[in-house]
């Protein structure tokens, strides 16, 4: 398994909508908590200017969970709120992605993927509509 999927797989469940990713996943397989879902904070860091030294903003409310399916695999989630259905889901859909990445890809990572983007246009068009154009005059003092 790569780590940067991995990665990648992890960050679209711990952003997807909770809802949906329980729609897309069903019924729970069986498994047992190594750390039932907790709610805790974690600090915010940003970097001046977007790219120079860090910095902590403030921190965040965040639900973790640890789980093993029966199959043995774990899985682990990390989501920003309080629910803590959605830290469970998305550590299951960990684990099931670990032992057959295939088939829970197109299930469910991929309808989430197109909901992120869809999500993301519809960001961008009502951003973009904002968008003042701006022009100087000059008044002939200087």
């Known amino acids: 398994m790569d780590l940067l ?5 992890m960050g679209l469940l711990a952003r997807a909508n909770p809802e949906r990713l329980g729609d897309l996943l069903g019924d729970l397989p069986e498994h047992s908590f190594a750390r039932a879902p907790e709610i805790g904070t974690v600090m915010v860091q940003g970097r001046t200017g977007g790219t120079g030294a860090p910095f902590n903003i403030g921190e965040i409310t965040v639900t973790r969970c640890t789980l093993r399916l029966a199959s043995g695999t774990i899985g682990h989630s990390c989501v920003q709120g309080r629910n803590k259905t959605h830290a469970t889901c998305a550590a299951i859909v960990d684990a099931l992605m670990q032992d057959t990445p295939a088939r829970f890809m197109e299930r469910i990572l991929t309808p989430l993927a197109n909901d992120a983007s869809q ?4 960001r961008h068009a009502k951003a973009e509509a904002t968008k003042v154009e701006f022009f100087t005059l000059v008044r002939g003092e200087d």
């Open 5 to 9: 999927e991995r990665r990648n797989w």
């Open 119 to 122: 999500s993301a246009s519809l």
